[in-house]
């Protein structure tokens, strides 16, 4: 029998990683928009797999706020979510567990710059 994850076959998954050279990279992908009509920011949030290999299932993601406020969520690769927040959060990240086995970790963190702050 199969493992099932929430995404597909664990299995397959990790015979594909563990007996090749492919590699598991997701890299996270925010775009802000600033004084949007409702107020605060909207920020746009994906994440795609840009390795070989891609594990079955959502990715996690947390917002870290200035207040020290953590708000977690899942994604789907490759889908595109709108966050709506009164301010903008001092980071983002991708898989805040550290649970991938992710070949370049540097593409999993943002954070705003000053092109991305109210004015």
């Known amino acids: 029998m199969a493992l099932q994850g929430v995404?597909?076959?664990?299995?397959?998954?990790?015979?594909?990683?563990?007996?090749?050279?492919?590699?598991?990279?997701?890299?996270?992908?925010?775009?802000?928009?600033?004084?949007?009509?409702e107020g605060g920011v909207a920020l746009s949030v994906s994440v795609r797999s840009i390795g070989a290999v891609t594990e079955p299932g959502d990715v996690d993601i947390a917002f870290t706020f200035p207040s020290g406020d953590s708000i977690r969520d899942a994604l789907p690769l490759g889908e595109v979510r709108v966050y709506h927040f009164d301010g903008l959060p001092n980071?983002?990240?991708l898989d805040p567990d550290l649970w991938l086995a992710d070949s370049n970790p540097s593409n999993n963190t943002w954070r705003p710059t000053k092109t991305d702050q109210p004015h």
């Open 7 to 37: 995404g597909g076959n664990l299995s397959t998954f990790f015979n594909t990683w563990i007996r090749s050279n492919r590699s598991l990279d997701y890299e996270l992908n925010v775009d802000v928009a600033v004084a949007v009509p």
């Open 91 to 93: 980071e983002v990240r």
